[in-house]
T-cell receptor, first 111, second 111 residues
């Protein structure tokens, strides 16, 4: 049972490049979320999904797109990377009980 | 937007000491959760609290749901080196799926 799998673990992008951070869960969880973690700012919610085909914005959605075509996958897209998007990104999923299960993160650097 | 403030921001303690940290908000919440993040990993759920005044333990960890429902506290007794990490509080802000996290308390244990 893999839980929440994020790829890649590390990525360096040039300003203006686009990329997709992948997230997959094998627990049949309905709810999935993307967070970014920056020093001193904790974890901030980017986007979340309450089921396949349903997504909504979190606290810091600008510059990011998401889609949820299946229960298992919830990719995060950066259309035009900016240095301000340098961060560690976490994907998480949960079922009906309290508590999200997190992936191990993607460390993104935009130069 | 809603914000969870954690205190202290960081702390160094000697192995064997007890640790206390707290999380406060200007809003009322009906559930409080505590997570721990080990270096290089995603956060892991430690304790969930569902009722004002509730005191819940998980091994050497004890958490309390503040009576005002605007705060929560986490205590670690007899700290050991593996307690090193970042501790986050979290609350669900919309139904049971949109979580916000606190700014984190970074704990370092000196052997």
């Amino acid at each position: 049972n893999a839980g929440v799998t994020q790829t890649p673990k590390f990525q360096v992008l040039k300003t203006g490049q686009s990329m997709t951070l992948q997230c997959a869960q094998d627990m049949n969880h309905e709810y999935m979320s993307w967070y970014r973690q920056d020093p001193g700012m904790g974890l901030r919610l980017i986007h979340y999904s309450v089921g396949a085909g349903i997504t909504d914005q979190g606290e810091v959605p600008n510059g990011y797109n998401v889609s949820r075509s299946t229960t298992e996958d919830f990719p995060l897209r950066l259309l035009s990377a900016a240095p301000s998007q340098t961060s560690v990104y976490f994907c998480a999923s949960k079922g009906e009980s309290y508590g999200y299960t997190f992936g191990s993160g993607t460390r993104l650097t935009v130069v | 937007g809603q914000q969870l403030n954690q205190s202290p921001q960081s702390m160094f303690i000697q192995e064997g000491e007890d640790v206390s940290m707290n999380c406060t908000s200007s809003s009322i919440f009906n559930t409080w959760l505590w997570y721990k993040q080990d270096p290089g990993e995603g956060p892991v759920l430690l304790i969930a609290l569902y009722k004002a005044g509730e005191l819940t333990s998980n091994g050497r960890l004890t958490a309390q749901f503040g009576i005002t429902r605007k705060d929560s506290f986490l205590n670690i007794s007899a700290s050991i080196p593996s307690d090193v990490g970042i501790y986050f509080c979290a609350v669900p802000t919309s139904g049971t799926y949109k979580y916000i996290f606190g700014t984190g308390t970074r704990l370092k244990v000196l052997a």
